[in-house]
């Protein structure tokens, strides 16, 4: 470092531990805490030059300083200070209490540096020779706009040798200038001003706006899952290219599933398979049902008008009989019918139990725990096209069929599934993938039957609307023209946990083809959809939230360049004392479940039960989900 490379600051004789009221950014300031060899100072970092070492000789506060002996006219010594979070526009100050009793002039410098630890800016001043009492220097600047951290520097210069002791340093930072944006910024001002709302401890995805007031230089984006590998190709005797309707769950000590066995001239059948981890599946030899002369097969029902679209689940319902713990719907219309084991199945009672609608197509039901009912989503036209309805129960035999659920405004389509289920980690939340159906389309013009297909995604909070953020296709046919035939890319109705950050989705590939099978896919938990920012940077800004818990655990991604930061505000936008941006640790990294810390503190309880905003800047990065626990 040169002396004429830099702009001199302002050397001060008067006492002050901080300026203007701003409190000292710095760990350590005094020296006091030492590493386990009793030299270098915690909390800061010596990058060049001698050792320096602790002494207690007559300190200027506390009980030692940092005493620096540079006897190496080709070299200086450098001491610097921990990165500490630093606003773009904000105006930093160093302060520092420094001694020589020779000509060696060492300097203090206030420096700033980008999200990668570069250094970009710097300011010092330097000690007048010969000052064997403690004189307090100080040095002012503004940081620049791509700002990420400020630290202190403590320097003697090359050419410059003898002994020299600082004490007590500080840097502290007002808030940027109002009006003052490097990139786009989330604002009360600019946002909805959407009323509070109490998320108690549940968990939050971002696959609409819900909890949104303001977003700037971000949006929500899904994601699509991963193909992996073939989970199961229908190529038995009693299966087909007709093979479709699959539903998928995890149960206690088992993956199960069931699926539409049929297309080799044979009536519809419903078959059964299972699996230890929702990856490797099977289909065990149940010996309950005859087909071709033997009952060596994994065939649970052979009826056809039950067995062209059974859709069974676990009934969660605390109430549920014994013989009864497996419940499903099939037929058209829907009939009820329980199993205690989920392969011994009985119908509840001849009748149907709904009965508005057409039916044909893969119709299902599930307790709804959140909400303490049994609810189902089934095929219905409506303005002329395929259409979803719901219907709620307590009982599963007798039902209130309610209606259309509601997509809002988004175009009327031909949604020929549905796949409704609640979130395993989450079932306040309903997801769902229905198939959106082209009817008029033909890719392969040999190809008897007209229609192409791919899968979309939507959710609900309340199990009635649907928000449909995203219009494009979740599970597309892809480059195989085996999936550009009619009926295929069919999400299994399911979503299930297959790793510690993993969950697995399947779809129905080749319909209508002998090679018909079902694929996996994979996503990150609760990866279907994120808030994401470029490299740009930007910042999103929730609706006032009530919550209960003392952390706030994030789900998120980042490039290698990519950060995050957390601030916690009040109704109004104001930053809460000790959560805001600059007390917040820069966030980068690929984790499911990182609780967000300020300064040393991740505990949030004294701000339990109160409104509070999060605002979030974002670089290259996506949030997934936050929750509060």
Known sequence: MHR????????LLAAAITFAGQPNLLKNPGFEQTGANGTLPDHWNQLRGTPVTIATANPHGGKQYVHFKDTSPKEGISLESAHVSCLPGSQCTATAWARAADSSCPGLYVQFHDDTGRRIAERHVQLPAKRPEWTQLKVSATAPDDTEFVSVLLYSFMGSVGEFDFDDVTVTATDPPEGHRTHPIATVAEGQKKPAVDIADRLQLFFDDTLLDHMAGVDLKLHRPKPREIAMAFDKPWEGPSCIYVTVFKDTDRFRMYYRASGNKHPELTAYAESPDGIAWTRPNLGLIEFKGSKANNIIWMEKSLSHNFAAFRDTNPAAKPNERYKALAGLPSRALASPDGVRWHKMQEKPVLTQGAFDSQNLAFYDAARGRYAAYYRAGHKGVRAIRYATSQDFIHWDEHGFIDLGDTKPEHLYTNATTPYFREPSILLAFPNRFMPHRKANAKWPRSGVSGSVFMASRDGVH?????????????????????RNMHVACGVVPTGKDELSVYWVEHYGHPTVRLRRGTLRLDGFASVHADYARGEFLTRPLIFKGKELVVNYSTSAAGSLRFELQDPEGKPID?????????????????????????DLSPLAGKPVRIRVRMKDADVYSVKFR
Request: hydrophobic fraction near 45%; charge should be negative; include cysteine.
């Open 4 to 11: 004429a490379a830099a702009i001199i600051g302002t050397l």
């Open 466 to 486: 649907f928000a449909r953020t995203f219009m494009e296709d979740f599970v597309r046919p892809g480059l195989d023209p085996a999936n550009w035939t009619d």
């Open 578 to 602: 000790g959560f805001a941006f600059r007390q917040c640790r820069q966030i980068f990294g690929d984790h499911t479940a990182r609780v967000v810390a300020w300064d040393d503190t991740t």
